[in-house]
């Protein structure tokens, strides 16, 4: 297994990137890739990682990532409160071939984003930060014919996403002033004085279908297809 160390650099960005590459001439077995990465314009850390797996007819792939951005700075030199947060996303793919002309595969996506603020009401004592999490997978039956029937693809597929907001108050002055800037930015519980937490998902199911005709040696083609889907 090879090791790169690769450096990227511009006005805007430094990258450092190390991976680990998988050895040419394996098709079937494991094989992986990972990399690190820092961009210096906001202060990010990426670390991600990818496998592959290949056995005669049945393969698989895995991976994700996560992404740690730090604090923006003003033109002075001042961090913006809550401007720091952390993302994933996250893969996996099954695939098994039943036969020369059919193939059943799982296939899922996520991605997760957690504790972005905003703070355009600092000042008043109110903050916010907000979640997300989506989620969409899908089974799939794909024929592959060698006639005028040339393709056939059935899918089933689930999708969910959820929104979080968190929302706190912070305590003021007879004005209405935050007491506090920075304990209220960093949610201490000597300034919070009110919290409230509300969350919406919602579920979507669906199915497709489509189908390819190929005619007169491939000059003629149809392609049909229909899709349903309910929240």
């Not at 202060?43 to 740690?68: C, E, M, Y």
């Not at 071939?97 to 972005?116: Q, V």
């Not at 907000?130 to 089933?156: C, M, P, T």
């Not at 979080?164 to 000597?190: F, H, K, P, Q, W």
């Amino acid at each position: 297994m090879a090791t790169l160390l690769e450096k990227q650099s511009s006005f805007l960005r430094d990258i450092f990137r190390i991976f680990s590459m998988p050895s040419p001439g394996n098709p079937n077995g494991f094989q992986n890739r990972g990399s690190i990465g820092f961009f210096s314009a906001d202060n990010a850390r990426i670390f991600a990682r990818d496998i592959t797996w290949n056995q005669g007819k049945t393969s698989a792939v895995a991976g994700g990532s996560l992404k740690s951005f730090g604090a923006l700075r003003t033109g002075g030199g001042v961090d913006v409160p809550m401007s720091d947060y952390r993302t994933g996303s996250w893969r996996l793919r099954l695939s098994h071939a039943l036969n020369e002309k059919w193939t059943l595969s799982f296939t899922h996506f996520g991605s997760t984003i957690g504790d972005a603020g905003r703070t355009d009401k600092l000042g008043k004592g109110k903050v916010k930060a907000y979640d997300n999490d989506d989620l969409f997978s899908y089974v799939r039956a794909e024929y592959r014919g060698i006639d005028w029937f040339k393709k056939l693809r059935l899918s089933l597929l689930h999708h969910f996403l959820e929104d979080g907001l968190t929302s706190y108050v912070c305590a003021t002055d007879a004005n209405g002033i935050v007491l506090s800037r920075s304990a209220c930015a960093d949610r201490e519980a000597v300034s919070v004085v009110r919290q409230d937490r509300f969350r919406d998902g919602v579920h979507v199911f669906g199915g497709e279908a489509s189908t390819m005709f190929l005619w007169l040696g491939g000059k003629l083609k149809l392609v049909t297809g229909a899709e349903a889907y309910h929240e």
